[in-house]
């Protein structure tokens, strides 16, 4: 440790080139902690785990020091009371979420950082067990744990906003819990009476003949594989490609800065469901598809229709009690039943003992189906008990954010339908390169991404209308 | 960087376990810079090249301010200050190494290490194009700044040392120029003799069967991997396999330790060639690989004898001029001759300009062979032009020290030739486990360890007599 504590250059244009530095080399040191785990899960013999863990140790002590160095701070503070017009608008970005992210990593002394890590390990063991044995008690101890401690880290980074917010911006920048109250009640409002509508008419279609049957998996890989045009195959692949494709898009001059960043884990996904869903199950890429799969699986797909593959990708389902099983319109219920309970228990309205009785209730009102256990209901998911309380709602803002990116698109790229029939992806990613990919983290917010990309903030209404619109005329409703 | 500079321990054993904790740390470092590098030519793809090198960067950064951390000093000093008895044998050695690499580290100040780096990447690129060129004179002013550089830096680490040996050390801890001297005069006078023998004799066994040929290159591989005798195949895997040992059998209780690392390059060589040359070239070796090789190969092998592949495997050819191609009577000569030039250059006793007259020269006395240009004389290896002084030497101390170490195994373990033949190479293993893998760097040179595990310093006249009973008895000389 050289210990020299320099001045903090007094030209503005000086401070940044240097918080600029120093932003990169934790940028770095994040990737090379990125490289670490991907080769621990991938490659690495397991005999190396020890060593590996050694690394690991000691890279994030190399990383905290560097996040929580005073001259980061005083760079920073220095920055914040530059008079107003010195910086640019990514220069002032870079600011804004460095300074956000110092306050988190400065905030947290020693003591909860280890109490946190300690009841990370802790709580994944009880809720494996808890979920094995079907048995909310076993986990419940600890899922109190994690409301207050949470309570407690969210107080030391901003005790002026409400508990859910601080927590909430760990995974979605900018967003409120007022916001998502706002949002989310709308979609329930309108979901609801949808999927009684779909379920009064029963399930039209038979699905069998695509969700079961066998494919040679080669072929399937082989499908998937095919890249010259973006996209093409099963959804899975469809879905991590928009991912990457968000990733690769970002703007390489600001390479190794947080404007450079995935604005929110909610944006993330509307890159991967854009694809998916607007794209990869649409009328138009099924039409696309067809020829494809009637070369490889002729037993299958020979007799078949572009307008029948687009209604089997499309059923709707019974109702699943289980949120990964689930399809677009059920989907958003199981979030925000999630995101009712989460914020419920940190605002102490809800009490942990209650947590099982009231997903149930919740669960039949909103689905109209009722888990015959705790494994299958409120134990089911992972992320409370790694302490991610604030995450689920990304998962439907994604969804959302989607469909009104792809509205948008459909506005601007002409004939946006026709070219997807004929396999031409690279409009749309062009455009979703320079309205969302190379802008990263420039906005504060989903909402003034959404602004900036579709002239207004986001919007619920254009994602029931897009739901309401595709299974009235799949359900004839 | 937390600026405090803390107080060293006034007690050893709290001052040794902090030396410790830091050298870890240090060791963890490395070991993810070798995990980039390696990442980096076999799995990265080469998109990722820039951010990469940024991490790399980064990451030396890190290292270097750890290992030149006026803190790891104070606390080195205090333990050499220690009284005797203080420390143990092995806390002793950890001192010793981890003293003498501060010194390296510190010694150099930032703006000469600038200009090493430099001179790496420029002198690489220059003796690319001399030896595509065939043209010494592209290279000759990058050796003498190498020649001038390797001075100065010696004389930074240690004024009161010969420059070779300052240099030396690097790959081989503990050896002097004097030593190698000694050593290297026994070999050259026993080897010139014997192999003009071997040359009178010409060459008295057809090789092609064995080098020409075509082989199935999975049933190599296949072969080369059945792993469950610890080594099968080709001289190649026989030889990798052999370091990997020497690095799997360190002892775990000093991991991340100085004292636990790989002793020197000639004596990781040793463990290479011990089970390339000592065992896998023997008759007991030929006798086991031959039914393996005429199961698999049966058309090249049916009608061949377990002699007959022990002779055609130490076939010596015509002598080459390229050190990489030659066999075991002629290699040595090979490295003697690179070790008397580069010492002459470094002790100003040999000009840059006169390097391919010299080598030329000596081919010509030491092997009876001359180049026909530089690309195939003195410019065939990339050593020097990455400055790297001191390091031929160590090929042939390792065939040295590898001989001297199964003569040693050979009196201890009975009936050692005996298992061979019939596949059990664990007694060796194990044999080499105690008496080399385990120690590291405890013992502070290659001669040092010979002692301890032989009975005697390195004995050119060992090395001598197993070549000259070996090609005595081949060639009826």
Not at 10 to 26: D, G, T
Not at 32 to 54: F, K, N, Q
Not at 98 to 104: C, L, Q
């Amino acid at each position: 440790m050289t210990a020299v504590m320099t001045a903090v250059p007094s030209e503005p244009a000086k401070a940044y080139e240097a918080l600029c530095e120093r932003l990169k080399e934790i940028s770095s040191l994040n990737g090379i902690s990125g490289l670490l785990d991907w080769d621990e899960m991938v490659m690495m013999p397991p005999g190396a785990a020890a060593s590996r863990g050694s690394q690991k140790a000691v890279l994030a002590g190399v990383l905290y020091d560097k996040e929580t160095d005073p001259q980061l701070g005083a760079l920073l503070d220095s920055l914040k009371a530059a008079p107003p017009g010195t910086l640019d608008e990514v220069q002032a970005a870079v600011v804004r979420d460095a300074a956000r992210e110092y306050v988190k990593r400065t905030a947290l002394p020693k003591e909860l950082a280890q109490r946190i890590a300690k009841l990370k390990s802790e709580a994944y063991g009880a809720w494996v067990k808890a979920r094995t044995e079907s048995d909310f008690s076993v986990f419940a101890p600890f899922l109190k744990q994690w409301i207050e401690i949470s309570k407690e880290k969210a107080k030391l980074i901003d005790p002026t906003k409400p508990v859910y917010d601080v927590l909430l911006d760990d995974y979605e920048k900018g967003a409120t819990s007022a916001r998502l109250d706002e949002v989310f009640t709308q979609v329930r409002e309108g979901l609801v009476p949808l999927i009684a509508a779909i379920k009064s008419r029963g399930r039209r279609i038979e699905s069998g003949w695509l969700n079961g049957g066998e494919y040679d998996t080669e072929k399937q890989a082989e499908l998937c594989k095919k890249k010259d045009n973006v996209v093409e195959g099963l959804t899975g692949a469809i879905h991590e490609t928009g991912h990457a494709l968000y990733e690769q898009g970002r703007n390489l001059e600001y390479d190794g800065l947080p404007v450079n960043s995935a604005l929110s884990m909610g944006v993330h996904e509307s890159q991967s469901l854009l694809w998916e869903r607007m794209v990869g199950l649409s009328r138009p890429f099924a039409a696309y598809l067809l020829p494809m799969l009637q070369e490889r699986f002729p037993e299958s797909f020979g007799s078949v229709t572009a307008e029948q593959l687009y209604e089997s990708e499309n059923v709707i389902q019974e109702p699943s009690l289980i949120r990964v099983e689930a399809d677009e319109v059920t989907y958003p219920l199981h979030i925000i039943l999630r995101y009712e309970l989460e914020k419920g228990l940190l605002e102490g309205e809800v009490e942990v003992e209650d947590v099982p009785r009231l997903w149930n209730e919740r669960m039949g009102s909103y689905l109209g189906a009722t888990p015959p256990n705790d494994a299958t209901g409120c134990l089911q998911d992972i992320h409370w008990s790694m302490g991610a309380l604030g995450y689920f709602p990304t998962y439907t803002l994604g969804a959302m954010y989607a469909t009104q990116i792809y509205a948008a698109a459909k506005k601007e790229i002409p004939d946006l339908e026709d070219k997807i029939r004929a396999g031409e992806f690279k409009p749309l990613k062009s455009w979703l390169n320079d309205k969302i990919h190379k802008l990263g983290s420039l906005h504060k917010s989903g909402d003034e991404l959404m602004i900036a990309a579709t002239g207004a903030p986001l919007e619920p209404s254009v994602f029931l209308d897009y739901l309401r619109d595709k299974y009235n005329d799949l359900y004839k409703l």
